[in-house]
């Protein structure tokens, strides 16, 4: 069987939903067969090249299964994070019933910043150049939830982040401003001034107006348990508040039927609006955490989100929460959160409303007990699933910027392929626990996940999972390569940036497919500027189809593929990640490079 070498590149593409990727990449041509033929010729043998092809098509692979990935916290009695533990010191319980651990790993966040790889010599201008400066290596975005915060609240939390930004941010550290009403408000910087005046330009900005003298005034959770749960309870007491209302009609003796006919109505009313507006809220402040995750997810090292909130409510929209630690996971993004109300006392009702009934103000206060419990339980939700911290009930809120800037120093992965999981949408409660032999530790983990509502299509799949390991910083060796870089000044300031991945494509699980060792293999090369910004990147795929011959005595020194960059003189941030088909092996490898 006869087979061609192809060269595929990308010439525009768009790489991933997220990068657009040009460039051209090439295979090293491999060592051609230069025996001469004799009469009568035979037919010219078969070359390395014509085994290892390249394809110009979307890189498509299968992938794990309902694999849901579980983040755990271990800490000892002091608050410390330990990394030193094993998989069968964690039980892990999906709906009460234990699983099986197929995933694990201990990721350690220093491991995840990148040093700079020295140019080859050869290649530039031996005169000695000044120390480069050093590169980014900690990303901490700063989400104010300038849409549910009150004004008092913000302010504390604002001057709070001041004093922690100007005495902890280092010369690796860059920090970025966001709100959930505006999105960005300063992007990545180090420049103390810029942040300390981005931070003061913070205001309140509520999407929508409610006053407290609202008649009849209904929390969400109240409104919710009005309209979606049928709650009576709830009607009755919000009813009689409403007939209490200056504002309702006066009804004559013997119209009670009537008035309560009104009453319930009007309540009805009331309780779409608010759950109308406060559901619109929540999705925007989901929506802009969203965005964020997505933003960072760019940036090289350690990367983490402090999400300063009063806390909202998830009523209707507890999937995209979890859908959101879903992929702040699978970056290795840590997402701590910080209750800006501080320490708040929520065992008496509110003064600042104005009570028409006292009988019945008495009686909705349990709903808005329960509604302000909730409100900050998202918070905690989001911490818990990716190794956050969450500070609540404290108005040290200095002290409180500290711990949620501060990443733990070990994550655990755990992993796990739930049995028969029909794709229902269904909530699962999850639980981590340790085992007996570890004692005095605690642990934090993710509490839960939504089964998916239909059967993900591979493709979509296939992307979602070259994206995830590309902005990812973890390393992983499931694929034997090595990563090294070349570059030559065309210009004064500018340049020509080659990456050189060479793999040892022997220990790929090849399948006999007609007499070949068959196999894909697509390589994709990230490049990122010094503080994190991703610039572009390249893809390529091989087709493998080799013959026992070729594998076992040709390919000793291994497949060497080059991705070339037109750069600009700099520091830049490289990320090569390689996946195989047959295998479904996953590898990744940081590096970067100085251009003087």
Known sequence: MKSSIRTNCRSPISLLPLLPALLFCVLLPARQDTTPSVAPPPPPPETTASEISTRDSPATFKTKVNLVQVQAVVRDSNGKAIGNLKKENFLLFDQGKRQEITKFAVQKISDLSISVEAPKEDLIDATPKPAPPPIASHFIAYLFDDVHLDFSDLAQARDAADKNINE?????????????????????????????????????????????????????????????????????????????????????????????????????????????ASGHDTRLALSTLKDVIRRISAMPGQRSIVLVSPG?????????????????ARWSIVISSL??????????????????????????????????????????????GTGGAFFHNNNNLKAGFQRVADTPEYIYVLGFSPENLKPDGAYHKLKVTLAATTGGLGVQARRGYFAPKHVADSATEAKSQIEDALFSREVIHDIPFDVHTQFFKTADFDAKLTVLSRVDIRHLPFKKVDNRNTDDLTVVVGLFDRNGNFIQASEKSLEMRLRDVTLQTKLGSGVTIRHSFDVKTGGYVIRVVLRDTQGQLLAAENSSVEIP
């Open 168 to 276: 902890t941010l280092g010369a690796t550290d860059r920090a970025a401003i966001f709100t959930t009403s505006a999105g960005t408000v300063l992007d990545f910087t180090d420049d103390k001034a810029k942040l300390h005046q981005a931070l003061l330009s913070l205001r309140v900005r509520p999407q929508v107006i409610t006053a407290q003298s609202d008649c009849p005034f209904i929390t969400y959770y109240m409104a919710d348990r009005i309209i979606n749960t049928t709650d009576s309870y709830a009607m009755q007491i919000a009813s009689a508040d409403t007939q209490s209302c200056p504002t309702f009609p006066t009804f004559p003796p013997g119209a009670e039927q009537q008035a309560q006919a009104m009453a319930e109505q009007l309540v009805r009313s009331m309780s779409q609006r608010v759950i109308a």
């Open 312 to 328: 909202f409510l998830t009523l209707e929209d507890h999937p995209a929460v979890t859908e959101l630690i879903d992929r702040a």
């Open 339 to 384: 209750d800006a109300r501080g320490l708040y006392n929520n065992s008496l009702p509110d003064a600042s409303r104005i009570t028409y009934n006292v009988q019945a103000e008495t009686l909705m206060h349990e709903y808005e007990r329960t509604n302000s419990d909730l409100q900050a339980d998202v918070l905690g939700e989001l911490a818990d």
